[in-house]
Each structure stands twice: as C-alpha cells, then as structure tokens.
C-alpha cells in the first residue's frame, strides 16, 4: 500500500500514490470535480454521459479509496500540487471581511499589485458570466465541506480580452471550524478540456460629463449593432440592455460616487431577441478633483 491520507471529512484514508496510476480521464474527472463542476457540468465539459462518468467515479474509488465526492477531489488537488501548496501563496481571501489580498509580485490573470485589497465581490465580477456561479458556489461548499484544499479553473476577463487561469488553494480555519482564510497560488491550468473562448469584439466610448456628449468608435456600434454616428447613440446603447440587470445607472453612478475605475458585466438583447454578454471597463477623468470625462471599453465574449 502506498502512502495514505485521510479524506477531508474524516472518512477512511486514501493511497495518495494512487492518483499516479489514473487514466488521463480519470484525472480530468477529479481535476474538474475540484473546479467546482457539477457532475452534468462534467459530462457536458468532456462529451460523456453520466452513466459513463459514474464509471470513472466507481474506477476512481477503487483505485484510491472510498471517500465522498469532494475528499476525493481535495486529495487529488493535494497529490498533484503539494509543491505548489509548500510555496508561500500569491493571494489570500480573508473573512469575515471577505476582502482579497494581493501576497506576491507574481503576475496574476487580475491585474493588481502586491499589497493591494480588492472587495471579493470586484473579483468576481471579473469572472466571465458563465463560470462566476460556480466559483461563487464553491466558495460557499468550502464552508460546509471540511475540505482543506481546491483549485478551480476559471476565465477571467480583462482589458484585452479573456486569460484562463488556475490555482490551488488552501483552507485556513479557526478552533471551531469556521472558515477565516483561503490562501492561493496560481498554477499551470490543470489537464482538462479548456472552456471555450470564442470571437472577442472590442469596442471604445467616450461621455463628456460636462455637456453630455456621448460618442463611439466602429467597434463599439458594431457589438451593440447600432450606428455609431448616431445623435441620440447613448439612448440607443440603453435601449439595448436586458431588462432587469440591474446596470442602467452604471454610468451615472460612477460620475456621481467619483469612482475612478469601474466595471459591469451586462447582458444586451436585440431586435431578434438573441443575447450576448459584454464588459464595461470604466475610468474617469478629472479636473479640480471634479469628473469631466468617462472613458470606457467595452468587450463582448459570445
């Protein structure tokens, strides 16, 4: 018998050494499962059917051990990264604060610096619409689970489009249990099929707070599909936001707050009724410590 662990949740041990003898698929199944995949997600993301990826999950548990869903995964995520889980972490999430600090000058897929505090819910509003609900999801079972260790793969957006990122990380708690640090470090992105990045537009706004003059390039009047040289191009841009998401005064509210840099994920609806999801990153301008100009772009990823 090879080297041992105990599951998470107190269960019986584990042959860690055996994580080395699993298929490829096999990997995939545990790597995804600690991403925070769903098992339909899992199908879904490697093209099985669950009855299939029943038969991975029984092969998993003869060759490693018997242990719930989530020990397995934190085991595996511990086997394959206990370098990484040695080194001193890049980031780590307090609580109850629930603020994300920045612990190293390693470059990140969220653009920061080292020392730097960001309010948990700005990073996840980085996430690409698609993957947010799940991170936000395991960031809630990791409370509840007893797990000591996850990695996720997620993309994020940025100002040049979408970079996919993992990390390990590890689960610090009180004497009670209770969750009070998560300490990260970005890894190589795990062996599993990639989420799809498909066609980027890019597209640039300006809005003159003074006189109200709202103008866009091509780009920008190509991904809300209106004319760019339009008068009234802001009533239009407007006119093109999903009813009921909440960013109609995102920009108003920048001015308003003084908000130097913002951002907003928002879902646009069109004369066909399709949808797209798209990103606003704002920055304002200021004279007399007053706004006087807003610059945005926007960025689509459909």
Do not use: C
Not at 43 to 69: D, F, I
Not at 151 to 178: F, N, P
Request: no cysteine; aromatic share 6%; proline share 5%.
């Amino acid at each position: 018998m090879g080297r041992t662990n105990a599951a998470p949740t107190g269960g019986p041990k584990l042959d860690l050494e055996a994580f080395s003898n699993l298929s490829n698929r096999e990997g995939q199944v545990l790597a995804l499962a600690a991403a925070g995949y769903l098992d339909k997600q899992i199908s879904v993301e490697l093209g099985v059917s669950l009855n299939t990826l029943r038969t991975y999950w029984t092969r998993v548990r003869t060759k490693v051990g018997e242990a719930p869903r989530s020990a397995l995964a934190a085991a595996y995520v511990q086997h394959a990264a206990e370098e990484d889980l040695d080194l001193e972490p890049d980031w780590e999430i307090v609580y109850p604060e629930r603020v994300m600090r920045v612990l190293s000058d390693r470059e990140l897929a969220i653009p920061s610096q080292k020392g730097v505090e960001i309010p948990l819910d700005e990073v996840i509003a980085m996430v690409h619409p698609e993957d947010a609900p799940r991170i936000v999801a395991l960031l809630e079972d990791v409370k509840t689970s007893g797990v000591d260790v996850f990695s996720y793969l997620v993309r994020v957006i940025v100002e040049g489009g979408i970079v996919i990122t993992s990390a390990v990380v590890r689960v610090i708690r009180d004497d009670k249990g209770q969750v009070v640090r998560l300490l990260g470090r970005r890894i190589p992105n795990v062996d599993v099929r990639s989420p799809k990045i498909n066609d980027i537009q890019v597209g640039y706004w300006e809005f003159d707070v003074r006189t109200g003059a709202f103008t866009g390039d091509k780009g920008f009047g190509k991904l809300f599909r209106v004319d760019h040289t339009s008068p009234d191009l802001r009533a239009q841009v407007r006119s093109r936001l999903h009813p009921g998401e909440g960013n109609e005064t995102f920009l108003s509210d920048a001015i308003t707050n003084k908000t130097e840099r913002a951002r907003a994920t928002h879902r646009l609806i069109f004369d066909d009724k399709s949808t797209i999801w798209m990103t606003t990153d704002l920055r304002l301008e200021f004279e007399d410590g007053e706004p006087v100009r807003a610059l945005g772009t926007v960025m689509s990823f459909h």
